[in-house]
C-alpha cells in the first residue's frame, strides 16, 4: 500500500526540482548590444545618443515620456492642469515614488530638476528646451507649477526628452557614473569599453519590470557584432550596424528582424561659418554632388528614406523638398565656378564610428571627387567627435544622425556647430513656440524645413532606419525608435 505513496511522491519531488533548474527557470537576462558607448550616464549633461540609449525610461524618468510610436504620455506626472492663457501649468505627481538610493520623490526634486537644466551654468545638451520656464514653484509635495513667460505649444513635448529627467540634489552630481533615478531599473556597473549593467528595482513605484537584469554590451565593428548575435552573446541588438547580413537573420528561425522608423535625420554637416562653405553657392554645389539613393544602398543596403530637409518623412508635417537639392553634377559644377572654384577645392570630412558614418562616407567622398572637391576622410571615435566638430567646430564636412525628436529647433541655435544663423528661421520658431492650433503649426513646421532646405544648411541624406535583430523569444522590443531609447520596462522572454 506504501508504493504507490511512494511512487507519487518521488514524482512530485522530480517536477518540482525541474521547475526549479536552471533548464527550466524563466530567463530574466538580456544582453542588448549598442554600436557606440555613451560618454557619461547623465542624460542631462550630456549630447550623445548613446547616454538615452542605455538611461531613458530604464533607470531615469521625466514628468512626461514618449512611448514606441513618439506619442506624449504622462510619467513621473500622472496628469495635468493647463491655464486659459496657456502660461500655467500644474502638475499633479506620482506618489509613493523612490530614487534608487532609497529618497523620496516629491514636488522639490522638480524644482531642483528644472532650475538646474535651465540655470545659467547648466551644462545641459538641451538648455533650449527651458528656454520659456519662467518660475518653477512647489505647490504641495505632489504637485508643482511651471509658469511660462510666454504660451510654448511644446512644452509637454519638451518635458518627455531624456534631458528633462527628474534628478536628486544628493545625487545629481555623480549621475554621469553612478546615476540615481526613479526608473524601473537601477544601475549595477560600468565597465568601462566593455558593458553597463542594471537590475530591476525592487521599489519601483509602477509596474515592475518582468527582467531582472539587463546588460548594455558595446560593439562598434560590424562584423564583430553579427558574430556576437549569431553567437547569442547578444540578444537584441535594436540598432543593428550590419544591413548586409539582415537576411540571414531572416532566413533562421531563430532570430527576428524589427525594421522601423526613427527621428534619425542623417545628413552630411557642413560648417556654414567657415571659408568657403560661408558661401551658400558652395554649399549648394556639394548638395547636388550626391547621390542620396546610391548612399542608401551602397551604405544601408537600401535601408533608409531620402530626405530633403531636416525632419522626419513620418511625421505629418513633413514637405518633401529631396528635388531642390537633387543629384545634378553639372549644376555643382556651374556653382563651383561661379564662387570663383572651377579649379576645385579640399575640405577636410571627419567620420564618427558609426556605420552609416563611416561607408557612406567613402562614397560622399568618391561623390565629391567627381565635380571637383577632395574630401580628406579622418575616422574620429566618438568622443572626439563631440570634442571636435561637436563643441569646437573644428570640421568642414562631417557625417552624423540626428536622431532626437522633432529637432528642426537647433538651426535657431547661435551656438550650434553647424555656425548657421538666420532672422527668419529664429522668427518661425518663436512663432510656432507661441502657436497652440494645429493647423498653424504645421504651416510653420513646413515654413521652418524650406528655410533651411533654400539655404543649403546641409546636405540631407536619409532617415535613417531601425534596423533591429533580436533572439525569436524576446517580446516588448520597440519596434520604431521615436526618441533615443531602448526602453526595457516591458521586455520579456516568451517561454
Given amino acids: 500500500m506504501n508504493k504507490p505513496f511512494k511512487t507519487t511522491a518521488f514524482a512530485s519531488f522530480l517536477a518540482l526540482s525541474a521547475a526549479f533548474s536552471p533548464a527550466f527557470a524563466a530567463n530574466t537576462a538580456i544582453n542588448v548590444g549598442m554600436v557606440l558607448e555613451p560618454p557619461g550616464l547623465d542624460p542631462t549633461s550630456g549630447a550623445a545618443a548613446a547616454i538615452d540609449e542605455v538611461v531613458y525610461a530604464n533607470i531615469f524618468q521625466g514628468l512626461t515620456r514618449f512611448d514606441e510610436n513618439g506619442a506624449v504620455l504622462p510619467d513621473l506626472a500622472k496628469s495635468w492642469d493647463i491655464s486659459e492663457d496657456g502660461l500655467t501649468y500644474t502638475f499633479h505627481l506620482q506618489t509613493g515614488v523612490k530614487f534608487h538610493d532609497g529618497t523620496d520623490f516629491d514636488a522639490e526634486d522638480v524644482k531642483f530638476s528644472l532650475d538646474r537644466a535651465r540655470a545659467d551654468d547648466s551644462t545641459n545638451a538641451q538648455k533650449a528646451l527651458f528656454a520659456?520656464?519662467?518660475?518653477?514653484?512647489?505647490?504641495?509635495?505632489?504637485?508643482?507649477?511651471?509658469?511660462?513667460?510666454?504660451?510654448?505649444?511644446?512644452?509637454?513635448?519638451?518635458?518627455a526628452w531624456g534631458d528633462a529627467a527628474?534628478?536628486?540634489?544628493?545625487?545629481?552630481?555623480d549621475d554621469a557614473t553612478k546615476p540615481v533615478g526613479t526608473g524601473p531599473f537601477k544601475f549595477d556597473e560600468w565597465a568601462k569599453g566593455d558593458h553597463v549593467t542594471m537590475s530591476k528595482f525592487d521599489g519601483y513605484w509602477g509596474t515592475p519590470a518582468k527582467l531582472d537584469k539587463v546588460t548594455f554590451k558595446f560593439i562598434s565593428?560590424?562584423?564583430?557584432a553579427f558574430a556576437a548575435v549569431m553567437a547569442g552573446d547578444v540578444d537584441a541588438f535594436p540598432l543593428y550596424p550590419a544591413p548586409e547580413t539582415l537576411s540571414q537573420f531572416e532566413a533562421d528561425p531563430r532570430f527576428q528582424v524589427i525594421v522601423g522608423s526613427t527621428e534619425g535625420e542623417t545628413i552630411l554637416a557642413m560648417n556654414n561659418g567657415k571659408a568657403p562653405l560661408n558661401d551658400i553657392r558652395v554649399r549648394e554645389a556639394i548638395a547636388h554632388a550626391i547621390n542620396r539613393q546610391e548612399i542608401i544602398d551602397g551604405a544601408m543596403f537600401g535601408y533608409g528614406t531620402p530626405i530633403g530637409t531636416h525632419f522626419a518623412p513620418h511625421n505629418p508635417a513633413y514637405v518633401d523638398l529631396t528635388g531642390l537639392s537633387n543629384y545634378d553634377p553639372e549644376k555643382s559644377k556651374e556653382l563651383l565656378k561661379e564662387a570663383g572654384l572651377a579649379d576645385g577645392l579640399t575640405l577636410s570630412l571627419k567620420l564618427p564610428p558609426p556605420s552609416y558614418a563611416r561607408r557612406g562616407g567613402e562614397i560622399v567622398a568618391a561623390q565629391l571627387a567627381k565635380v571637383g572637391i577632395t574630401a580628406n576622410i579622418e575616422n574620429v571615435e566618438w568622443a572626439q567627435w563631440l570634442e571636435?566638430?561637436?563643441?569646437?567646430?573644428?570640421?568642414d564636412l562631417t557625417i552624423v544622425s540626428h536622431t532626437e525628436p522633432m529637432d528642426i529647433g537647433i538651426y535657431g541655435r547661435d551656438d550650434y556647430y553647424f555656425d548657421y544663423h538666420?532672422?527668419?528661421?529664429?522668427?518661425?520658431?518663436a512663432d510656432l513656440n507661441n502657436t497652440t492650433d494645429p493647423a498653424k503649426r504645421t504651416e510653420l513646421l513646413q515654413a521652418a524645413q524650406k528655410r533651411i532646405a533654400e539655404d543649403f544648411v546641409n546636405v540631407y541624406l536619409f532617415e535613417l532606419?531601425?534596423?533591429?535583430?533580436?533572439?525569436?523569444?524576446?517580446?516588448?522590443?520597440?519596434?520604431?525608435?521615436?526618441?533615443?531609447?531602448?526602453?526595457?520596462?516591458?521586455?520579456?522572454?516568451?517561454?
Fill in 388 to 395: 571636435g566638430p561637436f563643441k569646437n567646430r573644428d570640421y
Fill in 166 to 173: 527628474m534628478v536628486a540634489p544628493e545625487s545629481a552630481a
Fill in 132 to 159: 520659456d520656464i519662467a518660475s518653477v514653484d512647489v505647490v504641495d509635495p505632489a504637485t508643482v507649477k511651471i509658469t511660462l513667460s510666454k504660451p510654448n505649444g511644446s512644452l509637454l513635448f519638451n518635458l
Fill in 422 to 429: 538666420s532672422d527668419e528661421f529664429k522668427k518661425i520658431m
Fill in 221 to 224: 565593428d560590424p562584423t564583430a
Fill in 465 to 495: 532606419a531601425k534596423t533591429g535583430v533580436a533572439n525569436a523569444k524576446v517580446k516588448g522590443l520597440w519596434k520604431n525608435q521615436p526618441t533615443q531609447a531602448n526602453d526595457m520596462s516591458a521586455v520579456y522572454w516568451e517561454d
